[in-house]
C-alpha cells in the first residue's frame, strides 16, 4: 500500500526567501507525482506534473524534482510572496492508472 | 476549457438522512476520481471510474456510500444514511488516462 508522507506540517517564512517542501512515498514503481496547491475553503490547483521517467519539472517560481528509486520529490518555490501562503499536497500516481495517494499537505505561510 | 464542476458547493444535513453530490468532469477526461478531504487532512480516494466502469472503490464504505457515472460523463456520489463523521469536502476530479488530475471546488458537507 502507497503511503506519502510530507515534511514539515507547517512552515512560516519571511517573503523573499527561497523554500523547498519535501514529498516521500513507500512504492517506488509509480507513474507519476503531481503537486497542488489548495487554498482555504478550495478545491485543489494542479501546479507541477512529473513523469515517472522525468528528472524535474520546472513552472515560473516553481520547480519540482523527482528522485524515483529513493522515494522522494521536493517542490522549490523561489522568491516567495505571500500570496503563495496555501497548503502545498504532493500526490503519487501507480502504474496501470491506479489512485492518486496523496500526502497530508504542508501549510505555507509567508509573510510580507 | 471549462473545469470540473461539482455541486452543490455546501450542503448541512441531519444525520441518517440522505445527500446526493454531482460532477460533470471536464469533456473528453476518461478517469474521474471522488475524494474525501477531513479537515486538516489529505484528500483520500474513495472511488475511481474509468469511463463508466469502476476501477477503485476498495476505500468506499459500501453500506453507506454509493457512485455511479452513467454514459462515462457526469457522475453522482450519495451517502444514505449519512454519519457526524461524514462530515468533509468532497472532491472531485478527472483526467485522461495517466495524465494530469483536475479537481472540481468540491462540496462542503456538514452533517448535524
Known amino acids: 500500500k502507497q503511503e506519502v508522507t510530507q515534511i514539515p506540517a507547517a512552515l512560516s517564512v519571511p517573503e523573499g526567501e527561497n523554500l523547498v517542501l519535501n514529498c516521500s512515498f513507500t512504492d517506488s514503481a509509480i507513474y507519476n507525482l503531481q503537486w497542488f496547491r489548495q487554498d482555504p475553503g478550495k478545491g485543489l490547483t494542479s501546479l507541477l506534473l512529473?513523469?515517472?521517467?522525468?528528472r524535474e519539472q520546472t513552472s515560473g517560481r516553481l520547480n519540482a524534482s523527482l528522485d524515483k528509486s529513493s522515494g522522494r520529490s521536493t517542490l522549490y518555490i523561489a522568491a516567495s510572496q505571500p500570496g503563495d501562503s496555501a497548503t502545498y499536497l504532493c500526490a503519487v500516481g501507480g502504474t496501470s492508472g491506479s489512485r492518486l495517494t496523496f500526502g497530508e499537505g504542508t501549510q505555507l505561510t509567508v509573510n510580507p | 476549457e471549462a473545469g470540473v464542476a461539482q455541486s452543490p458547493r455546501y450542503k448541512i444535513i441531519e444525520k441518517r438522512q440522505s445527500v446526493a453530490f454531482w460532477c460533470n468532469p471536464i469533456s473528453g477526461h476518461a478517469t474521474l476520481y471522488w475524494y474525501q478531504q477531513i479537515l486538516g487532512q489529505g484528500p483520500k480516494l474513495l472511488i475511481q471510474f474509468q469511463n463508466n466502469g469502476v476501477v477503485d472503490d476498495s476505500q468506499l464504505p459500501k453500506d453507506r456510500f454509493s457512485a455511479e457515472r452513467l454514459k462515462g460523463v457526469d457522475s453522482t456520489l450519495k451517502i444514505q444514511p449519512a454519519k457526524l463523521e461524514d462530515s468533509a469536502v468532497y472532491l472531485c476530479a478527472s483526467s485522461r488516462l495517466l495524465t494530469e488530475a483536475f479537481f472540481g471546488q468540491g462540496t462542503r458537507l456538514t452533517v448535524v
Open positions: 512529473i513523469q515517472s521517467s522525468q
